[in-house]
């Protein structure tokens, strides 16, 4: 495996120049390296260089080769776990890689991929909490390939990339949850499949993404082992008044809770309520992002706060002799609402986690 590393990681990591990059070599097996620092933290970037899928170090401990080495390989197996990657194929990856060769940063379009890199996970590096989330929540952000323009999430290229290996990619548990949005009778119901090694906030892109919300409001999971259950267990973004505990559960995997709790109910703002309940388990499926199996039923906008607004909504837009159309018409085009089509948000929901 080479290792195109930046002067600031070289002079971190070896006390003389490193060697030139050999002129041809197999970018699957390719790698580049950065350190950068924001404040009192400091971090490593390695960014696949066939993919710009990107693994991140934060704060390392050791200032050594070998032990740099070490944890790149550990986070990126842990990484693609949490992508419900085969254990198969990252055991095949990693030893298709085989020993590191740090050797010196070269390309200038190279260069500019891996500074937006650094630049990525120096804004994520506070919303996540450790490398493996870090790492994941990097490597679903979107990028522009060159010279095309062309917006790719790095995460779906490397894993197409891994199919060389003639195994299954994806192998992991699915969970099948029955979404419900109460809206006073005309309630909107969505039916998804998300991999358990998918965290509450990758849960809540999903979600937002299969209403067509646009992350506007505050938001809350409350888990139940039944409805009636009077005793739940609360989950919040991160903020200043969320404890490092609730923090570290926000960012857990569905696994560590479900089907445990098999009730979930997901606010959105102060009056929009979800109704999630696990209906289906499947294990050793191959599905590594989100998937809209069915749904039906309209849903409101971020600028709406009551289902009767939304009821208000649905009337006026359609009927051009509403006191309130021209209003409620505006509003469809400032907001950007669309009937729902399950065709078009299978689409969006599959890109859900691609940040």
Known sequence: MLVHTTQNLARMLFDKPLPKSPQTYDPHASWRANFASKGADRFIVFMHDETRYTIALNNPRHCDPSDITAAFFETLSDTMLADSINPQVIE????????????????????????????????????????????????????MTMPSKELQC??????????????????????????????????????????????????????????????????????????????????????????????????????????????ILYTYGSHWLHYIKLVDTFNSYELCFPSLAGGKGDAPTDEMSKPEEFALFLKAIVDPNHPDHAAQKELESRALWESFDLNQKMGDVSISLCL
């Not at 505050?218 to 609360?234: E, G, M, P, Q, V």
């Open 92 to 143: 095949k990856y990693i030893a298709e890689c085989g020993n590191p060769e740090f050797v010196r940063n070269h390309g200038q379009k190279e260069i500019g991929c891996m500074n937006n890199a650094t630049r990525n996970v120096s804004w994520l590096k506070n919303r996540f909490v450790g490398d493996t989330a870090l790492s994941v929540a990097a490597s679903h952000e979107m990028s």
């Open 154 to 263: 790095p995460a779906s290229k490397f894993y197409s990339a891994l199919g060389k290996y003639s195994l299954p990619v994806f192998r992991g548990t699915v969970f099948e949850l029955d979404i419900k949005l109460v809206l006073d009778g005309a309630d909107a119901v969505r039916k998804v499949r998300v991999p358990s090694s998918i965290t509450f906030e990758q849960l809540h892109r999903v979600i937002q993404k299969a209403y067509n919300w646009r992350n506007t409001s505050l938001y809350k999971f409350c888990l139940h082992t039944r409805w009636s259950d009077s005793t739940a267990i609360l989950l919040t973004a991160a903020s200043s008044e969320t404890t490092a505990r609730e923090s570290l559960a926000f960012y857990a995997p569905l696994s560590e809770y479900l089907p445990k709790y098999k009730k």
